[in-house]
């Protein structure tokens, strides 16, 4: 048999995950990184930073069926450290710990960003991104 979760229990989940990035005494970070994204969040990141956008606090939405919106309002920019296309990223609490990898993209993706080719001093805005607890 397959273990699932019902949709209150996903979302309880999904927000016990996301609040994890509202630990601290201030908001919380997306690193974006060129590149693949390495193979758990304990792994070292691979790539070269391009971004470092601060959260909202918090940093997330509630959940509802086992997903949680991250909050862009307002926007969350950042500038461009580096040159490279945007791969992975990797979302820490203030004090600089862990909480979750994921993959950039331009729409569909956990985080989807105004463009994927950063460049040293472009502004880059997060269009969207999202956590979802899987179901089972």
Same mark, same amino acid.
């Given at each position: 048999?397959?273990?699932?979760?019902?949709?209150?229990?996903? +979302?309880? /989940?999904?927000?016990?995950? &996301?609040?994890?990035?509202?630990?601290?005494?201030?908001?919380? !970070?997306?690193? &974006?990184? +060129?590149? +693949?994204?390495?193979? !758990?969040?304990? *792994?070292?990141?691979?790539?070269?930073?391009? #971004?470092?956008?601060?959260?909202?606090?918090? /940093?997330?939405? /509630?959940?509802? *069926?086992? @997903?949680?919106?991250?909050?862009?309002?307002?926007?969350? *920019?950042?500038?461009?450290?580096?040159? =490279?296309? /945007?791969?992975?990223?990797?979302?820490?609490?203030?004090?600089?710990?862990?909480?979750?990898?994921?993959?950039? =993209? #331009? =729409?569909? +993706?956990?985080?989807?960003?105004?463009?994927?080719? @950063?460049?040293? =001093? #472009?502004? @880059?805005?997060?269009?969207?991104?999202?956590? *979802?607890?899987?179901?089972?």
């Amino acid at each position: 048999m397959t273990l699932r979760l019902a949709a209150d229990s996903r +979302s309880a /989940a999904a927000d016990a995950v &996301v609040d994890r990035l509202d630990a601290g005494a201030a908001p919380g !970070t997306i690193k &974006v990184y +060129s590149g +693949s994204q390495p193979a !758990t969040p304990a *792994t070292a990141p691979t790539g070269t930073l391009l #971004l470092t956008f601060t959260l909202n606090d918090p /940093a997330f939405a /509630a959940a509802a *069926t086992g @997903v949680s919106a991250l909050d862009i309002a307002p926007d969350l *920019t950042a500038t461009g450290v580096a040159a =490279g296309d /945007a791969g992975w990223f990797r979302a820490a609490d203030s004090d600089g710990n862990t909480v979750l990898d994921g993959a950039c =993209g #331009l =729409g569909g +993706s956990e985080l989807n960003l105004s463009t994927l080719a @950063v460049s040293i =001093g #472009l502004e @880059v805005t997060i269009t969207s991104g999202t956590y *979802t607890q899987p179901q089972g």
